[in-house]
């Protein structure tokens, strides 16, 4: 801000005469500039220079957009003043031929121009006349206040046979010719930048997971057991049966757990905490009543598998417990061969439906609805998990490969029957939150 102050004294030390005054930033061979037009063309060079460097200017930057915002200002006064001396204007007409003759190449590459990676005339031509698919309204402006003109121009000089060395100098001579002018110093901070909408939508997508919602799913799968044979139900049993006497011997379940996990594929230790009483299992239930408070049931069956519980308190409607669950150690041979079934079942659902599939196969079809990434709808923490890590990859009414549950023993036949999981809050309900940021910012980048 001091460096801007010293560039202003300067030039008004260089170029004095009558000062501005009222809402002026400054004065050019006469002609007022408002601060409005000033604040718009520092803040135009600001974005173009930002966009070029993918940064905001240091403050030694910030001189040369302070001095570029005036040298064009300048150049307009300057331009439009001959204009007027030489009567000359441009129709909108004569900007759409211009435009139509002479293709600006900077839009040569632009994707809302191309069909298949090739530059499209016929929507180019389209745009020029009707700014669709591309707003071409800013442009063409901007031929009509300075291009068409200046060409014209060039040609009222030319025919003006201005062909000596000396004389066709004016021509550029108009452009950079010197100016009287004096500049006034103002506090940005204390003007209000102003915000169009399509930077209000730019700053929102590039921001959109700010304003993401939480992930939305629902599912429907099979369940299809895998049975275990005679050699994994004997091995289960002893190892089963081994861990029972760790317990009884003091071991803690964590310390099982962390003991057995490569041994036992899926052993977990269930802890819901208090339960009512009316909502447990009637055969848990039974096992749980008769035992006193941090004791251990013998184990129990459960599924394929086995449980080991402890019962933590009893209230009057309510018992917490935790139970130490061993699925059914099955070898890599048994889990293998029903893959094929898996796979067989998931072809068959893709191509009947899942609750055909479902029919055909004497299957239970289960549906979860409304689901969070926090929700454990699967007693397998690792399925839901899986599935959650899918969800990025697949879209509403995808089946997934089939997925095994090392604690059910069973494989899953999963479909998304809901996946939006790239939810985010429309524009208008965060404009409250887009609008005082970016005042901010553009009040920071004036300053």
């Known amino acids: 801000m001091i460096r801007n102050i010293f560039f202003a004294i300067i030039l008004v030390a260089l170029f004095a005469c009558s000062g501005p005054r009222g809402n002026s930033a400054g004065i050019i061979n006469s002609e007022r500039i408002s601060k409005t037009e000033f604040i718009n063309t520092y803040r135009s060079y600001t974005a173009n220079f930002q966009l070029q460097n993918q940064r905001m200017p240091t403050t030694e930057e910030k001189v040369d957009v302070y001095k570029d915002s005036w040298n064009y200002l300048t150049r307009k006064v300057v331009l439009q003043q001959h204009f007027k001396r030489h009567q000359i204007s441009a129709s909108e007409q004569e900007v759409i031929d211009t435009l139509l003759t002479n ?20 929507l180019y031509n389209q745009s020029v ?14 031929y009509r206040e300075s291009y068409v003109p200046v060409q014209k121009l060039k040609e009222k000089m030319i025919d003006e046979d201005l062909s000596s060395k000396k004389k066709s100098g004016r021509i550029a001579d108009i452009v950079v010719s010197k100016a009287d002018f004096e500049l006034v110093v103002f506090d940005p901070l204390a003007m209000e930048p102003m915000l169009s909408d399509s930077e ?56 099982v757990i962390e003991e057995k996990q490569e041994q036992v594929p899926g052993i977990n230790l269930l802890d819901p905490g208090f339960v009512l009483i009316e909502n447990i299992d009637e055969d848990i239930l039974e096992t749980l009543e008769i035992l006193d408070n941090n004791k251990y049931s013998s184990p129990i069956a459960l599924g394929h598998g086995f449980a080991i519980f402890q019962k933590l308190q009893r209230t009057k409607s309510m018992l917490s417990y935790r139970a130490l669950q061993i699925p059914p150690i099955l070898s890599p041979n048994t889990i293998n061969s029903h893959h094929s079934q898996a796979v067989g079942a998931l072809n068959l659902a893709r191509d009947l439906g899942a609750k055909t599939a479902a029919d055909e196969l004497e299957l239970e079809l289960t549906r979860k609805d409304t689901l969070s ?49 790239n939810r985010v809050y429309p524009l208008e309900n965060v404009r409250h939150i887009i609008v005082p940021e970016l005042m901010a910012m553009g009040q920071r980048s004036m300053a």
């Open 103 to 122: 293709i600006p190449p900077f839009l040569l590459n632009n994707p809302a121009l191309m069909i298949n990676g090739k530059f499209s005339h016929d």
């Open 200 to 255: 209000i939508e730019a700053f929102y997508q590039r921001n959109l997971q700010r304003f993401a919602m939480d992930p939305i799913y629902s599912l429907e799968y099979l369940s299809l057991p895998v049975k275990p044979r005679d050699e994994d139900r004997i091995y289960t049993e002893a190892v089963t049966d081994s861990i029972y006497r760790q317990v009884l011997a003091g071991k803690s379940f964590e310390t």
């Open 373 to 421: 990434v926090n929700d454990l709808w699967y007693s397998d923490k690792l399925v839901v998990d899986k599935v959650i890590s899918e969800l990025m990859n697949h879209k509403k009414g995808d089946f997934l490969e089939p997925v095994y549950s090392t604690i059910t023993g069973n494989w899953l036949v999963i479909r998304l029957t809901e996946n939006q999981v």
């Open 129 to 142: 006349r009707y700014d669709s698919p591309l707003n071409m309204s800013a442009i063409r402006n901007s």
